[in-house]
């Protein structure tokens, strides 16, 4: 099989057999095998039988295909509370974090060094044009004060998390009165479907089938041999 992303079969009569069974094959998968199988199936001899479609369904019950969910169906199994009430003293404005009047500056703060400098090693070009070239911007560098130092620059209060913070209000979740369940589609009699009565006595096989399901390419089926012992 060399599509990906497909399901194929096949089917082959042979003589009629008396006798005990043996079925040898071999299969590779090539570049293995993703969300899928490979089968190799026995089917029962019966000259009506059309083996260019194998059943794949045994239930006794299927979905209907023409049985489709209604529009107003309630999905949702909770619902926000409709009689549920803000309280008065939610306060959706209060931010989530607020400064904290805790925090001091480190006496050894440089405020009045810049965390960058310019390069000193570092000369605007002679031939650069400011017109064709653009304003000349002098590269930076770490300021070779601050390396010792606990900080640099203006100090800003850290903050802290807000006590008095709710966030926006939402009411509550309650079970929803309407909630029938996930909807699924009603069953109706499968055609196909067939009770043995007794599994152990099988019949006559009349043809071997291959069935693939794969999201894989690259898989070979060779060497088949039917034979008594």
């Known amino acids: 099989m060399v599509s990906r992303s497909s399901g194929q079969a096949a089917a082959h009569r042979w003589f009629e057999q008396n006798k005990e069974l043996v079925v040898q094959y071999e299969v590779k998968l090539q570049k293995g095998l993703n969300c899928g199988g490979a089968y190799v199936k026995l089917l029962r001899a019966n000259e009506s039988t059309d ?11 299927i ?13 949702e199994s909770k619902i926000r509370d409709p009689n549920a009430v803000k309280p008065d003293d939610w306060d959706e404005d209060a931010p989530a ?19 960058l400098i310019d390069d000193p090693s570092v000369v605007k070009p002679e031939d650069w044009d400011d017109e064709d070239d653009g304003e000349w911007v002098t590269p930076q ?46 069953k109706i009699p499968n055609p196909d479907y067939f009770e043995d009565a007794h599994p152990a006595r099988l019949d006559p096989i009349g043809a071997l089938a291959v069935e693939v399901w794969t ?15």
């Open 51 to 61: 083996f260019k479609t194998i059943l794949r369904t045994t239930t006794p019950e």
């Open 63 to 75: 979905d209907d295909p023409n049985d489709t969910k209604p529009g107003d169906w309630p999905d």
């Open 97 to 115: 974090r607020i400064p904290d009047t805790d925090a001091v500056k480190p006496a050894d703060w440089l405020d009045d060094e810049p965390a």
């Open 141 to 186: 560098i770490p300021n070779p004060k601050c390396e010792n130092a606990v900080g640099c620059g203006e100090w800003q209060r850290p903050t802290k998390a807000n006590p008095a913070f709710k966030g926006k209000w939402y009411a509550p979740l309650i079970p929803n009165p309407a909630y029938k369940g996930e909807w699924e589609p009603r």
């Open 215 to 229: 999201m894989s390419d690259g898989i070979t089926f060779d060497n088949f041999w039917l034979g008594n012992d």
